[in-house]
């Protein structure tokens, strides 16, 4: 276990609709990171919080977005929905916001999402 | 564009012997680089880092190294166990990016 939690583990909805994705990082970690895995494809990294502050984007759709909160939970936002959406979702948390080695970044086991 | 080969796509093993994965990286300056073990349907886990000044990191019967100079990495498993099917992630980082370049992993499956 991780320390990394997101919910939900499953969600099914159709093309069109709206979700939203939670995260709550390890105690004390400050960064926070989306990616996503479609099936048989490597992580593409989405987007990185820190403290509450935008730090880095990656391969993110317009169509999607995040926001860190005060209390350093996270969430991601996937709009109008469509079948290439369906995929793992991964959220990440480590102390600080760097890429350093000393900022070992831990996954939280997934959200996997299905567009029908 | 900084950039992480993996290889081979996949392998398959016995259960008691070893293996090593590849991975070839062009990302400029270099940072750190981590090798991450992912379960099907799982979140990755860190196996190990290492940096420009170290070429050797073990994990249990998991062997990273890493030649800085020819931009390479490899991961030795030894006595492969059944538990070790995954796939395994090679992660780069570069100094001053606040991003990460991942590999596309290198699935291994461990056969009795």
């Known amino acids: 276990d991780s320390g990394v939690t997101q919910t939900p583990k499953h969600l099914i909805t159709a093309t069109g609709q709206r979700v939203t994705l939670r995260c709550s990082p390890r105690s004390g970690d400050l960064s926070v990171y989306w990616y996503q895995q479609s099936l048989d494809q490597g992580l593409q990294f989405l987007i990185q919080?820190?403290?509450?502050?935008?730090?880095a984007k990656g391969n993110i759709l317009e169509r999607f977005s995040a926001q860190q909160f005060p209390d350093l939970h996270s969430e991601l936002n996937l709009s109008s929905l469509e079948l290439g959406d369906s995929a793992l979702y991964f959220c990440?948390?480590?102390?600080?916001?760097?890429?350093?080695?000393?900022?070992?970044?831990?996954f939280g086991p997934g959200t996997r999402l299905t567009v029908l | 564009k900084n950039q992480v080969e993996q290889s081979p796509q996949s392998l398959i093993i016995l259960e008691g012997k070893n293996c090593t994965l590849q991975c070839n990286y062009t990302v400029s300056p270099f940072s750190n680089l981590r090798w991450y073990k992912q379960d099907t349907g799982r979140g990755p886990v860190s196996l190990t880092i290492?940096?420009?000044?170290?070429n050797t990191k073990s994990n249990g019967r998991y062997t990273a190294t890493l030649d800085a100079d020819t931009k390479q990495s490899s991961l030795h498993i030894t006595a492969s166990q059944l538990s070790d099917s995954a796939s395994y992630i090679c992660v780069v980082s570069a100094r001053g990016d606040y991003k990460l370049s991942f590999g596309a992993g290198t699935t291994v499956t461990v056969r009795a």
């Open positions: 290492m940096t420009f000044s170290e």
């Open positions: 919080y820190y403290n509450g502050e935008e730090r």
């Open positions: 990440a948390s480590s102390p600080r916001g760097t890429s350093g080695s000393y900022n070992e970044q831990f």
